[in-house]
């Protein structure tokens, strides 16, 4: 049973870790905005890619 | 000038904003190596600007069309560079060395496409850092290098593609929204994962009380659960700290107090716990009573901030450059650099900045904004002209007469904040109620805890916690706002949002609606509702003779025409004259017309009209306009504001509930009556202003109904703050919505019966939480007092009975509308 003092504090580690991940997240604006993300990954941008190849 | 191929037409619609191409107009614009028909240079002029930045995509990922572009006017390029002063962006931009920062409101924004398109073209100007869209709010963040190019360029680029950029000076309330919005999901990231911590050690805890535990395991996990429950007091449940003291500071028991006597003394009783070694601690349960309470209070806060969004339209009714005539020519200032007796010019479209006098032009104003008044209003050199309302036609110039505070729209406002400060307090009385029913249990307990103690009993401070945990007003806490976020999703979801906590009660128990007319029961603009042809001329032909007369005109009814044509324009009129607040005339193929009021064109063609079957048509409060060629009246058109879909089944429906329905308006009588009488409402009110109305309402509650006042506009704003229940609507004027307690987003008032309908039965839900949570309390209650519960079954009975609150408020998410 003396496993559980490492096994608790690599929980904790975890949960801590979880929490930064999540504050980094807010601060980097992640959820200003829950809409526009989702139709802009209909957008495909190679299109751009391939005129301006054209244009060479 | 004749014009004998205006049969042969093609049908293709402009490329870029979908309006039919003009006979005699050939633009086109080559995209995807194909040439596209354009309708105008503007158009073409935003699509070359478009493919040249190689961002035809936007064509076909689009999924609505672009208003028609109006060519970037030289005035506009010209206004635009007060931006570059550094006196005016200290409003708006942020400075970090050569690096500046901006925020943009942009127009016209129409689906997701535009934001791409947008984004990318800005990207790809020189000097531009970065650059991002938010699609919700349709703002812009722009980062330049000021040292590279002038904000003026970023907003020149803009309107190159079509969209008209504003510099957006965030009001300190929706920054505040803003912070508090990211505050509140870090509070719950903290209560969330650290509460499942807790959680966990408590499951081994419990498990250990059945089965035996090591010592030395139950105080490491004891120790644990305190370490991890000390963040979720001092930083999550910060904000019921805060307001609770508050709520003691003006002595009233609020809704915080006995939420954070409740965490408080199961943290203090449970601490104490671990350092004397007796009895048990109920980490868990603070950390997951802090993570509910928290979610809930997060939810009602983003709903609050949706609508606050909304509130940029009242920052943006009012413009912040007004253009200034001096002796020396035109010059465009700060509005509030404006001072008494200036000259100020408004063009046609422009919002007019200040009150003032018209001293030069003649123009109709749209005061719908301000007044409520559905129809443009005709301004004449020496009558007044107020702050907020919209310039329609022809430029015209103004002699300032009333600026900042002293002005209408601020009287409006101010009126409106003294409303608000007389809102009811029905929703205190809650509140009160547990209150008073936790400092009731903190006497008892502490009677229980003294009479234990005297007798000597070493369990005296296991029987107090367990009394405390088992009546803990979890159950009561929870029991309306459980029910409450249910009701609120639902209702999200069927277009009615609601911004404050006491709109649900309060709409389950409302036995008076007052609607407002103009935007509330209709639809708020103007509609072609009947073409009378008078001579041998078909309806259909008419109505298109009067389409291609007033293609250029901005006019509303001009609009409406346009817009009930059913056949494509095809024609361009020649020798156009506009008389503002009385018609146009001019040449449609060859032939001379003329529409307008009977008056106008009367004069102009010598046609007459039967002014008794004219008279009876205004009569129910509806516009006419008339068309003639020369000695020949052909048709009269009727227009009109119609009515919202299936707005009469819904008086009908709450008539049929038992509740009284009124129509109050600023409008004019044989418009208010018209609407009334369809709808079977009985005693309408008619041009009433905002004090008539506030007073009509303060009338109703003395005689104790529970009004609602569903409207728009900022006419209605004091009357919505005095109101019981304030709905307004989303569509329309946007800046009522800043003093609802409820906001109807779609076209029509079907989810306010539905809405009805569910807080009802949200609210039967709440008694029967509350009549359950009563009854668990009135059984645990005596039985933890004589020291028959246990503080572990405490914890359960605690639990539990939440449990079945939440669940019972769970059945409201399936129940039918």
Redesign the interface.
């Known amino acids: ?1 003396e496993v ?2 490492i096994l ?1 504090p690599i ?2 580690l975890i ?2 870790g ?2 930064a991940l ?2 980094w997240a ?2 980097s604006g992640q ?6 993300p989702a ?2 990954i ?4 190679d ?2 890619k391939e ?2 190849e054209s244009d060479q | 000038m004749h014009n004998p191929t205006h049969h042969t037409t093609s049908n293709t619609p402009c490329f870029h904003c979908g309006l039919p191409i003009p006979q005699g107009i050939s633009f086109s614009t080559i995209i995807d190596e194909k040439a596209q028909p354009m309708c105008c240079p503007g158009c073409k002029a935003v699509a070359s600007a478009i493919v040249a930045a ?4 936007y064509y ?2 689009r999924t609505g069309n672009p208003d028609r572009v109006q060519e970037a006017l030289p005035e506009f390029l010209q206004e635009i560079t007060i931006y570059d002063n550094p006196e005016v962006q200290k409003q708006f931009v942020v400075h970090e060395g050569d690096v500046s920062e901006a925020s943009l409101i942009l127009e016209n924004i129409v ?3 535009c ?2 398109l947008t984004e ?1 073209h800005l990207q790809q100007l020189p000097g531009i850092i970065s650059a991002s ?5 349709g703002r812009a963040r722009v980062r330049w290098d000021k040292t590279k190019i002038k904000l003026s360029k970023i907003i020149e680029a803009v309107a190159a593609i079509g969209y008209r950029a504003h510099p957006y000076d965030p009001n300190r309330q929706q920054a505040l929204f ?1 912070r508090e ?2 505050r509140y ?2 509070r719950l ?2 209560a969330g ?2 509460g ?2 807790v959680m ?1 050690l408590a499951v081994a805890l419990y498990g250990g009380e059945w089965w035996t535990i ?1 010592t030395r ?1 139950k105080h ?1 996990f004891q120790w ?1 659960s305190l370490g ?1 429950t000390l963040p979720i007091i001092t930083y999550a449940a910060q904000p019921f700290f805060i307001s609770a003291w508050r709520d003691l500071m003006r002595a009233h028991a609020g809704m915080d107090v006995p939420v954070t006597l409740g965490i408080s003394i199961a943290f203090i009783a449970s601490t104490w716990a671990i350092f004397t070694g007796k009895g048990d601690v109920y980490f868990d349960s603070v950390a997951m009573f802090v993570f509910f309470l928290l979610s809930a209070r997060f939810l009602e806060l983003a709903a609050r901030k949706k609508s606050s969004e909304t509130m940029e339209a009242l920052t943006r009714i009012t413009p912040l450059m007004a253009t200034r005539i001096t002796e020396t020519g035109e010059e465009v200032v700060p509005v509030n650099e404006l001072v008494i007796n200036d000259s100020v010019l408004v063009r046609a479209g422009e919002t007019v900045p200040i009150d003032g006098k018209l001293v030069e032009g003649r123009s109709s104003l749209d005061e719908s904004l301000v007044t409520g008044e559905s129809m443009p209003v005709t301004k004449d050199i020496g009558d007044m002209v107020i702050g907020g309302t919209i310039n329609r036609e022809s430029p015209v110039t103004l002699q300032v007469i009333q600026i900042g505070q002293d002005t209408v729209l601020a009287t409006m406002m101010r009126l409106l904040d003294r409303a608000q400060a007389e809102k009811p307090t029905i929703a205190l009385l809650t509140d009160r109620i547990a209150g008073h029913f936790v400092t009731a249990i903190l006497l008892l307990a502490v009677v229980v805890a003294g009479y234990w103690w005297s007798r000597g009993s070493d369990q005296w401070l296991a029987i107090t916690i367990a009394l405390l945990v088992v009546t803990c007003p979890c159950a009561l806490s929870l029991a309306t706002p459980s029910a409450m976020s249910v009701v609120t999703g639902r209702l999200s979801a069927l277009g009615l949002l609601t911004v404050r906590g006491h709109a649900l009660e309060t709409l389950a128990r409302c036995t008076h609606f007052v609607f407002d007319k103009t935007g509330t029961l209709t639809q708020g603009e103007l509609k072609l509702l009947k073409v009378h042809p008078f001579g041998e001329y078909h309806a259909d032909q008419c109505l298109r003779i009067a389409a291609i007369l007033e293609w250029q005109s901005e006019h509303p009814i001009a609009q409406a025409l346009r817009n009930a044509t059913a056949a494509p324009v095809t024609s361009i009129a020649a020798d156009v004259i506009n008389t503002p607040g009385s018609g146009m005339c001019g040449r449609v193929d060859g032939k001379y017309y003329a529409i307008g009021t009977p008056a106008f064109v009367k004069g102009k063609t010598g046609a007459g009209f039967d002014s008794n079957s004219l008279t009876a048509l205004q009569n129910q409060g509806h516009s006419v306009v008339v068309l003639a060629s020369n000695n020949e009246a052909l048709a009269a058109f009727v227009l009109g504001d119609v009515m919202r879909k299936h707005t009469a089944t819904v008086i009908q429906q709450l008539k049929l509930a038992g509740i009284s329905c009124s129509v109050l308006s600023g409008d004019q009588q044989a418009a208010v009556r018209n609407v009334a009488n369809i709808l079977g409402i009985d005693k309408p009110v008619w041009e009433a202003t905002p004090e008539d109305k506030l007073k009509y309402v303060q009338r109703l509650q003395q005689d104790g109904a529970t009004v609602a006042m569903i409207g728009d506009g900022i006419n209605d704003a004091p009357v919505m703050g005095a109101a019981h229940l304030s709905v307004a609507m989303g569509s329309g004027t946007q800046l009522a919505t800043a003093t609802a307690d409820m906001i109807l987003l779609g076209q029509h008032l079907t989810p306010l019966l539905q809405g009805r309908g569910l807080a009802q039965k949200a609210l039967g839900i709440i008694k029967q939480n509350i009549a359950w949570a009563l009854l668990y309390n009135a059984i645990a209650l005596p039985l933890a007092a004589l020291g028959y519960i246990a503080p572990w079954m405490a914890a359960l009975g605690m639990s539990a009975s939440s449990l079945v609150v939440i669940g019972n408020a769970l059945r409201l998410r399936s129940l039918k509308t």
């Not at chain 1, 959820?31 to 526009?36: A, I, N, S």
């Not at chain 2, 190689?54 to 995509?57: A, I, S, V, Y």
């Not at chain 2, 869209?133 to 709010?137: D, E, F, H, K």
């Open positions: 049973m559980i003092y608790i929980a904790l949960a801590i979880a929490i999540f504050f807010i601060k959820f200003d905005d829950l809409e526009g139709h802009r209909l957008m495909d941008e299109g751009i005129e301006h | 190689g961002l035809q995509g076909r990922h689906c997701a496409a934001v791409w990318k869209v938010n699609y919700s709010t803003e919005r990211s999901l870090k990231a903290v994962a650290l499942m911590q966990i090591e395991f490491f644990l991890l």
